[in-house]
C-alpha cells in the first residue's frame, strides 16, 4: 500500500467527520476520530474505521452520507488487500 494513498484516505476520513459534525452527527465522528488516532498500525486503522463505516452504512438514514461511508469503506478494502 503506498504511503500517500493511505494518507489520502486518513484526510478523507478527517474530512468526512468535519461533515458529520455540521450535520450534529457527532457521535458518528467521534467514532471515527476514535478508530483513526486509536490505532498504533495501518492495518489497525484500517480495521477499526472500517468497522465505523461499516456500522455506519448500516444505521445512517441520509443517503448523501450513507453514499459517501461507502465510497470510503471501498477505499478502506482496496488499502486492506494490497
Given at each position: 500500500?503506498?504511503?500517500?494513498?493511505l494518507y489520502e484516505y486518513y484526510d478523507a476520513i478527517d474530512d468526512f467527520c468535519i461533515?458529520?459534525?455540521?450535520?450534529?452527527l457527532d457521535a458518528w465522528?467521534?467514532?471515527?476520530t476514535s478508530a483513526k488516532?486509536?490505532?498504533s498500525t495501518s492495518g489497525e486503522?484500517?480495521?477499526?474505521t472500517g468497522?465505523?463505516?461499516?456500522?455506519?452504512v448500516d444505521?445512517?438514514?441520509?443517503?448523501?452520507?450513507?453514499?459517501?461511508?461507502?465510497?470510503?469503506l471501498s477505499e478502506?478494502?482496496?488499502l486492506w488487500r494490497t
Amino acid at each position: 500500500m503506498g504511503p500517500s494513498r493511505l494518507y489520502e484516505y486518513y484526510d478523507a476520513i478527517d474530512d468526512f467527520c468535519i461533515r458529520l459534525r455540521a450535520r450534529h452527527l457527532d457521535a458518528w465522528a467521534d467514532q471515527l476520530t476514535s478508530a483513526k488516532s486509536g490505532g498504533s498500525t495501518s492495518g489497525e486503522i484500517l480495521s477499526t474505521t472500517g468497522a465505523a463505516l461499516r456500522a455506519l452504512v448500516d444505521q445512517e438514514t441520509d443517503p448523501d452520507l450513507r453514499d459517501e461511508a461507502s465510497r470510503l469503506l471501498s477505499e478502506c478494502d482496496v488499502l486492506w488487500r494490497t
